[in-house]
C-alpha cells in the first residue's frame, strides 16, 4: 500500500528496461528536487507495480474472502450508496500514487491526512499533487504545502494542501473527521475508499469497498506493534495495527477506514500480507479465524491503525494549533 511516482519519463525508462529504471532510480536521488516522489522506496514500487502489471499480476494476491468487493466510483454507483459511502468518497483523494482524506480547515487551513511512509517529510510533500473528483466527474487538484506533523509509529501524517480560489471553492462540505474515541469492535461492518493498483490494468482506478469480509477481525480494541507482512515492499521498523477483512492493495494507503453502521473514521490503511495465502479467500477459512482469534489474523490479513493510537502521539504536539483542533475536533482531548 504504498505510493507512486509522477515523473513520465522515469516511467518510460522503468517499463523498457529494469537496468535503465535502476539509472533512473538515481537520476531521481540526485535529482533537481523537481520530481514529486516520496522515497527511494515509492521508486522502487513504481518499478514493481509496472513489472507485476504486464505479467498480470492478479487481483487473487490482494483478495480476502470468495469475491473480489472492489468497485468503481460513478456517480451511478454512488447514487445507490448510503449518505455516509457518499461522505467518504468525497473526503478520499489520491495523494501522489497513494491515498489521503481530507479533514477540513483547520486553524485557517486546509488540513489532510495520509500515512508516513506516503509523505514521511517536506522533501515528499514538495509540489505532491492531491486529486479530488468533483460532480461532474472531473478532477480537480491541489498540493502539498506542508507537512503538519508525521509519526512512524503509527504510519500517519498530517498536511497543509492548497488549492486555487475555484478549488478551493469546491472543498465545502467534504471534509470527514477522525472519531478518537471511538471503539474499534470485532465484527464491525467497514467500508473505505482508495486507489489500489489491483484490477486497475494500465490506469488507476477511485474504487470502493464494503463486502461482507471487509470488517474487524481483531479482537476488541486489540492493537498490535508488529513488522510489515507485506513481502513484495515491506516497510521498515513496526506500526501499531489491528486487523481488518477488506480487499486492499498497493495505492490504497493512506485510505480512511470507516464504520460502516454510522461513517466513523476509526483508522487509516497501512498494509496487508502480500502475495495472498490462497486459503484467505475461502469463507470457511476465515469464519474459523475469527471464531478461534487465531495468530493468522495477525500475519494473513489487511491492517489499519486505529484511529486511538494516532490520538496517543498527536497528544504529543498537542501545543501545535492545527494538531489540536484536528484532535478537539475528533474527540481526541
Same mark, same amino acid.
Given at each position: ?241 489491528? =486487523?481488518? $477483512?477488506?480487499?486492499?492493495?498497493? /495505492?490504497?494507503? #493512506?485510505? @480512511?477506514?470507516? !464504520? ?30 475469527? =471464531?478461534? $482469534?487465531?495468530?493468522?489474523?495477525? /500475519?494473513?490479513? #489487511?491492517? @489499519?491503525?486505529? !484511529? ?26
Amino acid at each position: 500500500m504504498k505510493s507512486a511516482l509522477n515523473f513520465p519519463r522515469a516511467i518510460r525508462f522503468a517499463r523498457s528496461n529494469l537496468a535503465v529504471a535502476m539509472l533512473a532510480l538515481v537520476t531521481v536521488a540526485c535529482g533537481d528536487g523537481s520530481n514529486r516522489v516520496s522515497s527511494l522506496r515509492d521508486f522502487r514500487e513504481v518499478i514493481k507495480f509496472d513489472l507485476l502489471e504486464r505479467a498480470g499480476y492478479p487481483i487473487s494476491n490482494y483478495q480476502i474472502g470468495p469475491e473480489w468487493g472492489r468497485f468503481e466510483i460513478t456517480d451511478e454507483a454512488m447514487a445507490k450508496e448510503t449518505p455516509e459511502f457518499n461522505k467518504l468518497v468525497n473526503a478520499t483523494a489520491s495523494v501522489g500514487g497513494a491515498t489521503g482524506f481530507y479533514l477540513g480547515v483547520h486553524n485557517g487551513i486546509h488540513v489532510m491526512a495520509t500515512n508516513n511512509h506516503v509523505i514521511k517529510d517536506e522533501s515528499g510533500c514538495y509540489m505532491a499533487t492531491v486529486g479530488f473528483q468533483d460532480r461532474s466527474g472531473q478532477i480537480f487538484e491541489g498540493f502539498c504545502h506542508h507537512v503538519i506533523g508525521t509519526w512512524k509509529d503509527v504510519d500517519f501524517t498530517l498536511f497543509e494542501v492548497r488549492f486555487t480560489p475555484q478549488n478551493a471553492a469546491k472543498m465545502s462540505g467534504r471534509e470527514s473527521l477522525m472519531r478518537f474515541d471511538a471503539p474499534i469492535q470485532k465484527g464491525r461492518d467497514l467500508m473505505m475508499a482508495g486507489f489500489g493498483i489491483a484490477g486497475a490494468n494500465t490506469r488507476r482506478l477511485y474504487r470502493g469497498t464494503h463486502d461482507s469480509d471487509c470488517k474487524v477481525y481483531s479482537k476488541d480494541n486489540e492493537f498490535r506493534y508488529m513488522p510489515d507482512p507485506d513481502q513484495v515492499n515491506p516497510g521498515e521498523g513496526k506500526v501499531w495495527l489491528f =486487523a481488518l $477483512g477488506c480487499d486492499i492493495s498497493h /495505492g490504497d494507503s #493512506g485510505s @480512511a477506514i470507516a !464504520a460502516r453502521d454510522n461513517g466513523d473514521l476509526i483508522g487509516i490503511i497501512s498494509t496487508g500480507r502480500i502475495p495472498k495465502n490462497p486459503k484467505v479467500r475461502e469463507s470457511a477459512y476465515l469464519d474459523q479465524i475469527y =471464531a478461534d $482469534g487465531s495468530e493468522d489474523v495477525w /500475519g494473513e490479513l #489487511g491492517y @489499519a491503525v486505529p !484511529a486511538a493510537k494516532i490520538a496517543e502521539y498527536m497528544r504529543r504536539q498537542v501545543s501545535d494549533p492545527v494538531i489540536e483542533s484536528v484532535l478537539r475536533a475528533g474527540n481526541g482531548l
